[in-house]
C-alpha cells in the first residue's frame, strides 16, 4: 500500500510504538487508567496480552479478548488477500 519502503516503515513505526503502549510495554495495564484499559482492551496487542495475562492466571481468557483477535486477524487477512498482487 506504501509506495516506497521509506514510507512503508514510517507507516509501520505510527503502528507499532501506540500499539505497544496499549499492549503495556510502557506503562504496566494494570496500573492504567480504567479508559486507556479499555481502549487497550480492543486493539490486538493489548487483547492478545490481556488474554494471555489470564490464561497464565490459570482462567479462560474469555470470549472478548479472542474475537477482538479473531476480528483483526479477519479484517487483516481479508485485506491482504485484497492487496495481493502478483509481480
Known amino acids: 500500500?506504501?509506495?516506497?519502503?521509506?514510507?512503508?516503515?514510517?507507516?509501520?513505526?505510527?503502528?507499532?510504538?501506540?500499539?505497544m503502549f496499549f499492549a503495556g510495554l510502557y506503562f504496566p495495564r494494570e496500573l492504567?487508567?480504567?479508559l486507556l484499559r479499555h481502549i487497550s482492551d480492543w486493539t490486538p496487542l493489548g487483547a492478545a496480552v490481556h488474554?494471555?495475562?489470564?490464561?497464565?492466571?490459570?482462567?479462560?481468557?474469555?470470549?472478548?479478548?479472542?474475537?477482538?483477535l479473531a476480528g483483526y486477524a479477519l479484517l487483516f487477512g481479508a485485506l491482504a488477500v485484497k492487496q495481493f498482487k502478483w509481480e
Open 1 to 19: 500500500m506504501a509506495r516506497t519502503t521509506q514510507g512503508a516503515n514510517v507507516i509501520g513505526q505510527l503502528l507499532f510504538y501506540p500499539m
Open 32 to 34: 492504567m487508567p480504567d
Open 51 to 68: 488474554a494471555l495475562q489470564t490464561s497464565m492466571q490459570g482462567a479462560f481468557p474469555g470470549y472478548a479478548p479472542l474475537l477482538v
